[in-house]
């Protein structure tokens, strides 16, 4: 059972010339094995620092995250992580990349490769081993990003708004596949954006967030991730229930924004 | 409307007039890129010097004290490649000043480097050496040959940890930057793609740092090469340097010149060289 269970998470970071921000407050919720969940909520709603304490990178001020029954002290490699861009290491060519998990592991060489070029096949990069990474377009890099996460074969994905600087085209694209690999190899998804409509193509369990300080504000469960593998993406985010359901998530997000301004104006 | 009759190749070519992209733009003044390379005046002004160098020389319009001849620049030019300078090849001195910088940017770099990297990494090395290094940067070398001279005397050693102070303080300024400007995102990757803290720094933090190091190699050849020269012309008896100080004594201006010559070239041959270098190791440079 690969569940997190994320317990009464809050964090308030001390500012440096004293004061305090109350980035999250009193977080708590479940992940299922496989499922994926995305997060959504206005800049500052505390997402950012949510994922980084599911990887493990911070320490909450009070709560714990549990990873299979264990609490979580720092990253490990059955968390992988996908970042928004630039995550990837420039001096090494495309397998270089994506094989860097298990390389750093001592895996054998030639199982490595064999992986590696699985997986290259199955992002669309087939041909584009040998190649330096900043030759590559940045949806391709994502791509990258993606097969090199998935090389280390971690239990669960945390992606840190991962096709938040591709354009529309390419993210619409992106979306396909993370849906794809997710069908595919079952894994466990957190997935932080600030795209409605990629939360609610994506996610099969929506998180909204609400900021100062970070809390949920509302949870769904939605159908269209699992819809995503029969129908077409462009019907399912024209059709009648995903409108509705995006326009209720934008008008309270705005909400949220207009009482922020209010706060501060 | 009447047809605009384009400029020929040669003259794109020498700059006398914009090529095709430059000419579509209307705004230019202001617009670095619509500036061309202006090829023609280069070649007018070094030909220019040149004819009024032999000018000036078949005239006798300057004493040989001020500027040596044409005639006279060639045949000291051919006397110091086939005998050398006071008993030292040409080539001996050119070699023993080069030597002396590649070995001081060596023992520089062997040292500033672990250093810099301590200081980026560890807060206990970063408070340690960060008074020195701080106080020594803005130190330039020359000030502490008399030191130097008093600690080493004037032997090749003296030289030589000149020239390691005069790169050891760059290099380690260029590390420590290179360690500081590593994307947190990337080490978080390698934390959660399963790498150790010894294999962040062996596989992350050491290429990230590689460009940064690279330009502080490329400003410490540089500068080393200037310092070499300035301390072979205080205490020397080999090296460009000392060359172009003994030809003063003898009033050798002819020599004096060609020693400032070789000087020039040689520092740009350095540069080209590490830019070279830097092209073909760190092909990733600025493209993080």
Redesign the interface.
């Known amino acids: 059972m690969t569940g997190i269970a994320i317990d009464k998470v809050s964090m308030v970071f001390t500012l440096p010339g004293g004061g305090e921000v109350h980035a999250l407050n009193d977080v708590s919720f479940d992940i299922k094995e496989g499922e994926l969940v995305s997060v959504l909520g206005p800049s500052g709603c505390g997402k950012t620092t949510l994922l980084n304490i599911v990887a493990g990178f911070l320490a909450p001020t009070s709560g714990e995250v549990r990873l299979n029954h264990h609490t979580v002290t720092g990253p490990g490699s059955e968390r992988g992580m996908v970042f928004q861009q630039g995550a990837l290491f420039e001096w090494l060519t495309v397998e270089q990349n994506v094989a860097f998990g298990p390389n750093m592991a001592g895996k054998p060489r030639a199982e490595t490769h064999e992986k590696v070029e699985h997986l290259l096949n199955i992002v669309g990069l087939k041909d584009f081993g040998e190649k330096p990474v900043y030759q590559l377009s940045g949806g391709m890099q994502q791509r990258v990003a993606l097969a090199r996460c998935l090389a280390n074969e971690p239990d669960v994905i945390l992606m840190d708004e991962p096709l938040g600087a591709l354009d529309a085209l390419t993210r619409e694209k992106m979306q396909g596949l993370v849906l794809k690999l997710w069908k595919e190899t079952g894994k466990t998804i957190i997935l932080i954006t600030h795209s409605v409509e990629e939360a609610l193509f994506l996610g099969e369990k929506l998180i909204v967030m609400a900021p100062r300080p970070g809390r949920i504000e509302k949870i769904y469960e939605l159908p269209f991730a699992d819809q995503g593998m029969t129908k077409s993406p462009r019907d399912i985010k024209a059709g009648a229930d995903f409108v509705e359901k995006r326009e209720e998530i934008l008008s309270m997000i705005w909400e949220m924004e207009e009482e922020i301004m209010g706060q501060t104006g | 409307m009447a047809e605009k009759k384009e400029p020929s190749e040669a003259a794109i070519w020498l700059g006398l007039a914009d090529n095709t992209f430059t000419r579509q733009k209307t705004v230019k003044f202001g617009d670095a890129s619509a500036v061309n390379s202006g090829r023609f005046y280069s070649i007018l002004i070094v030909c220019g010097l040149i004819m009024l160098w032999v000018l000036s020389s078949r005239l006798g319009l300057v004493k040989e004290f001020y500027w040596p001849t044409v005639g006279g620049t060639i045949d000291r030019v051919i006397l110091l490649v086939t005998e050398g300078f006071r008993n030292i090849s040409l080539w001996e001195h050119v070699g023993i000043s080069v030597f002396r910088v590649l070995t001081g940017v060596l023992c520089g770099a062997l040292v500033g480097i672990p250093l810099g990297f301590a200081m980026g990494l560890s807060s206990t090395a970063r408070g340690l050496f960060d008074p020195i290094v701080e106080f020594m940067r803005p130190i330039p070398p020359l000030a502490l040959i008399p030191l130097i001279i008093l600690w080493f005397g004037i032997d090749e050693t003296a030289k030589i940890f000149l020239l390691f102070l005069a790169s050891l303080f760059i290099m380690t300024i260029a590390a420590r930057s290179g360690v500081s400007s590593v ?1 947190i ?2 080490v ?9 803290k010894m ?1 962040i720094l062996r ?2 933090i050491l ?2 740092a ?1 460009p940064e190091i690279f330009t502080g190699l490329r400003t410490s050849m540089g500068v080393c090469w200037g310092t070499v020269v300035a301390a072979e012309l205080v205490a020397a008896d080999r090296g460009v340097g000392s060359m172009i100080m003994i030809a003063k004594n003898f009033l050798q201006t002819d020599t004096v010149v060609i020693g400032i010559i070789i000087i020039g070239i040689i520092g740009y041959v350095i540069e080209i060289i590490m830019r070279y270098l830097e092209r073909w190791l ?3 440079k600025g ?2």
């Open positions: 994307r995102s990337k978080h990757a390698a934390y959660s793609l399963g790498a150790s294999q596989h992350v290429p990230n590689l760190i092909p990733w493209k993080g």
